[in-house]
């Protein structure tokens, strides 16, 4: 479905391009056209232009609406404030999520933004595109919205910023009907989940990220769509520790992929590191002189857990000892692999600091397979879910409901044994609750009983 022809998509030349003022004056703009990195001043009065040169019928909200929002912006860099009223709830039919609303608070000023609605638009995991649908895609926000976008959210949606509320319906049908793309999340519910390119592009990836990624994506629509959550949810899904999309800092339940048999090690491939045939960390660090690479002192010594060998030219590894940080691998890739009894680790609680300050994921399960259909995953899933939505307080992200229960009592609930792996250091402080079935003759004492043996 695409809307424009190349004559209109390419309706500028360079030479006006160069010559272009947009109508308000926005002078600090201006000076971030300057210096080596692309600007998005210049890419929006490109996108400016595009639209005052297009024909009156071909594009459906205002026409100045990059030039306003320009405008605005260069107001609040003059009040060093926001030009943006608070709030704003607007959506489609059906769904409980998925669309920003937004309002200018200089309408009469820059009209054209006085609506400037943002829409989520559920990016494909990983990020792989073909140029046919962000063609269209393109051409449907050039018309119905402000063209703008921003690719992507930090969630991971494609995020289209700018357009009127009459819109948002149309929109929705052609991204349903002409793309078979449906939108992303917001609100007090299952966000958009997002995963690292895992094995589509990586050797490191313990388990197919992308496509547990979209099989919990469509298996959640309605916890995506319509908000049932105390408050917001996020999955992420890396391949490995090295954390691509840093789910265990920024997802309320983390998978990381790791593996519990034994790396793979390439002996050949190790002697060839030695000799200099393959660069360490291929190639990485290869914008300064490091000197020769010296295995010692770049991997046997670095390794946390000291639990590497290199002797008479052979390396071995005391895997029941290595944590599986990456270190090695990561340095040696050509030699050195994740081993192949793989699964993913799984840490709940991220959240940023509100309220009670920020907190990475903790480590919950050590190990679980991950192996479609994921039946094992989506039972933990559940079981979380279950808890947090019955006793979460009212905006209570799952970390800190975890914190108010206290991790034994959440165990206890999830129906986990505790183990050794699941804290860094035993608690310092002898305040330990005891559960009263565990204590030899419970809690009901007669003083008058204890008076027989001590005399007051
Ligand atoms: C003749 C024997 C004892 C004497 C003279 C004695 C003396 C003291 C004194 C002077 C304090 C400091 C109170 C304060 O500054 O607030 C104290 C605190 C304490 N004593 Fe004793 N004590 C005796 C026996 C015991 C025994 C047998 C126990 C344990 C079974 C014990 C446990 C404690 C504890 C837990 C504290 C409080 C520490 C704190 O809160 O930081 N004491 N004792
Ligand atoms: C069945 C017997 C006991 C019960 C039910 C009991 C209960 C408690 C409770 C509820 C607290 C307050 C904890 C908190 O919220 O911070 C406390 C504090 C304390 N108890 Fe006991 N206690 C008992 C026996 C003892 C004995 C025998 C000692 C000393 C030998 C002792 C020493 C202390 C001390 C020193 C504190 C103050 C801790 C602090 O906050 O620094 N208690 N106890
Ligand atoms: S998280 Fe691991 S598997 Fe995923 S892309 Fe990064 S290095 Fe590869
Ligand atoms: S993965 Fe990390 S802990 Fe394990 S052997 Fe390699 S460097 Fe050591």
Sequence with gaps: ??????????????????????????????????????????????????????????????????????????????????????????????????????????????PSIAHFHTVRVNQPASKFYNSDFLRTVCDMWEYRGSGMMNLHGSTGDLVLLGTTTEQLEPIFFELTHELGQDIGGSGSNLRTPSCCIGKARCEFACYDTQDLCYELT?????????????????????????????????????????WRDDIRIDQDAVKGYIAGDFIPNAGAHAGRDWGKFD???????????????????????????????????NTMPRALKPGTDTGVSILLGAKAPILEGAQMATLIVPFMKAEAPYDNIKEFIEKVWEFWMEEGKNRERLGEL??????????????????PHMVKTPRENPYVLWKEEDVPGGWTRDIKEYRTRHKR
Aim: proline content about 5%; glycine content about 8%; hydrophobic content about 35%.
């Design 295 to 329: 295995l010692q002192k770049e991997v046997l010594d670095l390794c946390p857990s000291k639990c590497m060998k290199y002797e008479d030219g052979v390396l071995t590894i005391d895997n029941a000892e290595c944590v599986r940080c990456m270190h090695c691998i």
């Design 1 to 110: 479905m695409r809307i424009y022809s190349d004559e209109e998509l390419n309706n500028y030349t360079e030479e006006e391009l160069k010559n272009f003022k947009i109508k308000h004056d926005i002078p600090d703009l201006e000076e971030l056209e300057k210096g080596p990195w692309p600007s998005f001043v210049s890419d929006a009065k490109q996108g400016a232009l595009h639209r005052r040169k297009l024909a009156d019928d071909r594009m459906l909200i205002d026409r100045d609406v990059i030039e306003d929002m320009l405008g605005q912006l260069q107001v609040s860099f003059d009040d060093g404030e926001t030009h943006w009223k608070h709030g704003g709830i607007v959506g489609v039919f059906g769904y409980g999520g998925g669309v920003i609303g937004r309002y200018s608070d200089l309408p009469e000023k820059y």
């Design 218 to 258: 469509q298996y959640y629509q309605d916890e995506l769509h319509r908000p049932a959550f105390p408050y917001k949810f996020k999955f992420k899904f890396d391949g490995c520790p090295n954390g691509c999309v840093a789910s265990i800092a920024r997802s309320d339940m983390s998978f990381i992929g790791t």
């Design 402 to 419: 975890m914190q108010r229960f206290g991790l034994p009592k959440f165990l206890e609930i999830m129906e986990l044994p505790p183990a």
